[in-house]
């Protein structure tokens, strides 16, 4: 490890994953971004006899990683669709010689690791009986799969073709699989062990004997600075709140911005170019940018060439650049923001995880991501956090993550701090109380829900939007009220004195915040349909006392 990589420590849980790889056994490692996976099959690779095979999902990963490799002197190759014919024979040659080399002892020229993509695997007949013959020859040491996620539907980024790697275990009943990610929940982790043919995991005393073990390393960073800013209402002032955001504090920093869709990504990189004169060069990168062009983009990107990346979450799997400074999100989960995050500060140097949010974004989020309650719940959790202006961002991501998967608040435990304690350093533990509002909704609250009730006791249902119009009294309250099939829309006739003791004297925005915060909070539920975000009435719980937080004026 010294010799080799210059790491005089293991960190994390690196040793024991690198003791169980080398005892045979299968492993799943579930470490934060930039906690080190590679050393865990690196490191054994160099000390057994044979070849380690690594599926990665993308070549700039691979690419580095190759290079890196070779700068230590290790004998390590790639193999994907971009390998010339020439050099990928001379590649499959010396696969083959090792394969049918005699006795267990390592040769000079040996191949120790060869990266592949995973539709070498799904595709390539031709490299599976390359393989076959490598475990006949006993010189398949292992096979890592990274990123093992990507094999999951459940997981927030799967690809068809890791769903084949499924053959691997089947056709190779022997040789160990390594499969690393950096965020696993429970599901995720059940259904990769299912296609993957892994061993159920095990503990305690079985796992000295059989199955499958399970390593996952703490998940708090303290050197990244979590905060939620509020994000303004047009596209045009996103842009240029984001403008003003980078030049003020990252001005010749290299970061991110995730956006939620290719398109906006696009418009996004455009407009914040030109928003800044120039002065912020940005690049776009998404699932549809030809793969010459990724590659280009990575290369300026760590060159400094292209300051901002505008991407889709189809950036991030393995970027291998230390100095992102800042990553600005508008995302659709704490999954998404948590794992986004992570492709910051990978130096360990200081950075910025900025959350741009408005409420209203769930109206538009939900028509993406939320066709299940569980994508329901996850926007809920999402929105939860966002609207959170009091409790430690840390604390509240430790509390999501032992809810929603089976990692300890333990693993938010740090040397210096426990899970509860306050980071002392993201938006809310650092926040000048006077820069919030508070303002008691009782009132408003209940008027909201009597004005729910009437629309829902003449059958309809209302948007976000369309509710906090109706609760004006501007009427924005038209509604389906033929049943199924028939598309009738009606205007709802309020009574609002009647019914609510009079209009709800709020803002839109204010409105659209306290629904959003009612929704949450379970004093709401809500329908969804294929075209519109719908919220209709649910059971009021007893006690009724809301406060509404937001920034003060000044500080939007
Ligand atoms: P991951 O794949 O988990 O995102 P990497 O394997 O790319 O992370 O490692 C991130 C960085 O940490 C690399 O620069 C690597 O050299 C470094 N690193 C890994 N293990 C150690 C260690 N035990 N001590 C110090 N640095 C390490
Ligand atoms: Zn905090």
New binding site residues.
């Given amino acids: 490890?010294k010799k080799v990589?210059?790491?005089?420590?293991?960190?994390?849980c690196?040793q024991g994953v690198c003791n169980a790889n080398m005892d045979g056994r299968d492993v799943v490692c579930v470490?934060?971004?930039?906690?080190?996976?590679?050393?865990?099959y690196?490191l054994p690779a160099l000390l057994t006899p044979g070849c380690t095979l690594v599926i990665s999902p993308l070549i700039s990963l691979i690419t580095d990683?190759i290079l890196?490799l070779r700068e230590a002197g290790v004998e390590a190759v790639m193999l994907t669709g971009g390998t010339s014919k020439a050099l990928a024979n001379e590649i499959q040659q010396r696969l083959t010689s090792m394969a049918s080399s005699r006795g267990g002892g390592q040769q000079e020229r040996d191949i120790k690791l060869c990266y592949v993509t995973p539709e070498k695997i799904a595709k390539s007949k031709g490299f599976m009986s390359l393989l076959r013959k490598l475990v006949e020859g006993g010189k398949l040491a292992r096979i890592v799969i990274?990123e093992a996620h990507c094999v999951s539907q459940l997981g927030h980024d799967f690809r068809p073709d890791y769903k084949k790697l499924s053959a691997l275990r089947q056709f190779f009943p022997h040789v160990p699989i390594l499969a690393?990610s950096?965020t696993c929940p429970p599901k995720v982790l059940q259904d990769i062990l299912k296609i993957l043919h892994m061993k159920p995991v095990v503990d305690g005393k079985a796992a000295a004997r059989e199955g499958t073990i399970y390593f996952s390393a703490p998940l708090y960073r303290k050197n990244l600075h979590y905060s939620v800013l509020p994000k303004p209402s047009s596209a045009k002032d996103v842009i240029s709140a984001m403008s003003e955001y980078i030049l003020q504090n990252h001005k010749n920093n290299s970061g991110i911005v995730y956006c939620l869709t290719k398109k906006d990504a696009e418009t996004v990189a455009e407009n914040l170019q030109a928003v800044s004169n120039g002065r912020i060069r940005t690049g776009v990168y998404h699932a549809d940018i030809a793969d010459a062009q990724k590659e280009g983009l990575h290369r300026q990107w760590r060159q400094g060439s292209v300051q901002v990346v505008c991407a889709t979450i189809a950036f991030g799997l393995?970027i291998?650049k230390?100095n992102v400074r800042f990553v600005l999100h508008h995302t659709k989960s704490l999954d998404g923001y948590y794992q986004e995050s992570?492709r910051a500060g990978?130096?360990g140097q200081d950075a910025d995880c900025v959350l741009y949010y408005r409420p209203q974004d769930a109206t538009r989020q939900s028509s993406i991501t939320c066709t299940d309650t569980d994508g329901q719940a996850k926007l809920h959790d999402m929105l939860r956090f966002a609207q959170d202006m009091q409790e430690c961002r840390k604390i509240l991501f430790a509390k999501y993550f032992s809810a929603s998967s089976d990692l300890s608040m333990a693993s938010w435990t740090t040397e210096e701090s426990s899970a509860m304690d306050k980071c002392g350093h993201c938006d809310n533990c650092t926040r000048a109380p006077e820069t919030v509002e508070h303002k008691d909704v009782t009132v408003e609250t209940w008027q909201l829900l009597k004005i729910l009730e009437a629309v829902d006791a003449q059958g309809g249902r209302q948007t976000i939007a369309g509710l906090s119009d109706l609760a004006r009294g501007l009427g924005g309250g038209s509604f389906d009220t033929g049943g199924k099939r028939q598309k009738v829309k009606e205007k709802v006739q309020l009574d609002y004195d009647a019914v609510a003791g009079g209009k709800v004297g709020l803002s839109k925005d204010d409105i659209e915040t306290l629904t959003v915060q009612l929704l949450v909070s379970r004093y709401l539920g809500e329908a969804f349909s294929s075209t519109a975000y719908t919220v209709n009435v649910y059971v009021i719980p007893g006690e009724l006392a809301l406060r509404l937080s937001r920034f003060s004026r000044a500080d939007v």
């Fill in positions: 490890m990589f210059g790491i005089s420590n293991f960190r994390l690196q470490m934060p971004t930039g906690g080190g996976k590679s050393l865990t690196q990683q890196h990274d690393l950096a393995g291998d230390g992570g990978r130096d």
